[in-house]
């Protein structure tokens, strides 16, 4: 029997935390003949998390450019994958992740081609196009493209409904959560220094993540003034921020934190330093989309630094609270989840809707049943 020859396609961190043990489980099976294209949206993020998994590329479009525009991006993914289909390998499915921009023209690109696309982490949707901004509209416009969507939630798929697609979905969890069997050790070393020199048992420590594109400027500002105060108040907590590469946050970040006692203003971790910092970790505060899926994994409770959630099953399930960037609105949920023990211990205990962390199975579970129809 023929094997079913699936393309891998991504770009960022975010998307190679959430793939490379789908691409693991995937290259395991014989049935099928599995290959990774990296479009080099997010350079040397991605490509610390592909060394981490020990997933390389087979394909490389190294798209990355200072000041580069989501024109300038979409057009070279557009060509690139399109030269990758035409002239190295065509797939029976081509495999995109969310909604970046690799997934948007990736699967453009791929329906150009008349090749079928699998959307993985499909029916996300906050339904302002503008919040967030691109991906509201990326992940709906791949939802229109896509012939399988494996949706990590119930929720996922009701979307998906509303958006009158029914063919094709698959409510399989989210492969985020896998990540966590290749990372998590309870006798893990950290590899960056600055997280070595930290002391869990004297501090609480909250890990903070802040980039999002409509949050650099004033919301940003709102964050850090909050976290200021935060640790000027309380002398037993300690902030970790792993700062995104973004010149336009780090404009923003460093006058108002730099020097700031017990805020540790560090580089962006690997994976395996970044989970499992969160695993020793108090409290996150973040405008991440991932991290409101994983740290509740491993009974972190978060406070979202957005206005809004494409997530809502967290909220629903109590395992984090919308706090958006307004200053005074950050520092009461965080005073408040250091002093209220109670609260603290429900949001610990609240059960994670984004599943048990084997949701690559059930897509490789997928892709065996079309191909033995």
């Not at 697609?165 to 399989?172: A, M, N, P, W």
């Not at 969890?173 to 069997?181: I, K, P, S, V, Y």
């Amino acid at each position: 029997m023929e094997r079913l020859k699936l393309l891998m396609i991504f770009g960022t961190r975010p998307e190679a935390i959430k793939m490379c043990p789908l691409a693991l489980e995937l290259k395991r099976h014989g049935a099928f003949e599995t290959r990774v294209l990296l479009t080099g949206q997010h350079r040397e993020l991605a490509d610390s998390v592909m060394s981490a998994f020990g997933v390389s590329a087979d394909y490389d479009l190294a798209l990355m450019r200072p000041g580069q525009t989501l024109t300038s991006l979409t057009t070279g993914i557009l060509d690139g994958v399109g030269n990758v289909l035409e002239n190295e390998f065509r797939p029976d499915y081509a495999l995109v992740h969310g909604d970046t921009t690799t997934a948007f023209a990736s699967a453009l690109s791929c329906f150009y081609h008349q090749v079928k696309t699998a959307h993985v982490e499909a029916g996300l949707r906050t339904r302002d196009i503008w919040a967030p901004f691109p991906e509201e509209a990326n992940r709906a416009m791949i939802s229109r493209i896509a012939s399988l969507h494996f949706a990590p939630t119930k929720g996922n798929e009701r979307n998906l409904r509303d958006d009158h697609i029914t063919e094709g979905v698959y409510v399989t969890g989210n492969t985020g959560l896998d990540a966590f069997r290749y990372t998590i050790k309870e006798d893990y070393v950290f590899a960056d220094p600055a997280l070595r020199e930290l002391d869990f048992k004297k501090y609480r420590t909250i890990v903070l993540t802040a980039h999002r594109r409509e949050n650099i400027g004033a919301g940003i500002e709102g964050i850090c003034r909050a976290v200021k105060r935060a640790a000027e108040m309380r002398p037993d907590i300690q902030f970790v921020y792993p700062m995104h590469p973004n010149p336009a946050v780090r404009s923003t970040v460093l006058p108002i934190l730099g020097g700031i006692d017990r805020v540790r203003l560090i580089e962006p971790l690997d994976v395996f330093d970044m989970h499992n910092l969160m695993a020793r970790s108090y409290l996150c505060l973040t405008d991440s989309g991932g991290l409101q899926e994983e740290a509740p994994a491993l009974g972190l409770p978060v406070i979202v630094l957005r206005g809004e959630t494409e997530r809502p099953e967290a909220v629903e399930a109590g395992t984090v609270v919308l706090a958006g960037t307004d200053e005074e609105k950050i520092l009461a949920e965080t005073l408040s989840l250091l002093d209220d023990e109670a609260r603290y211990r429900r949001m610990r205990r609240a059960v994670n809707p984004y599943g048990d962390g084997h949701a690559s199975e059930r897509i490789a579970g997928v892709f065996e049943t079309i191909m033995n129809r």
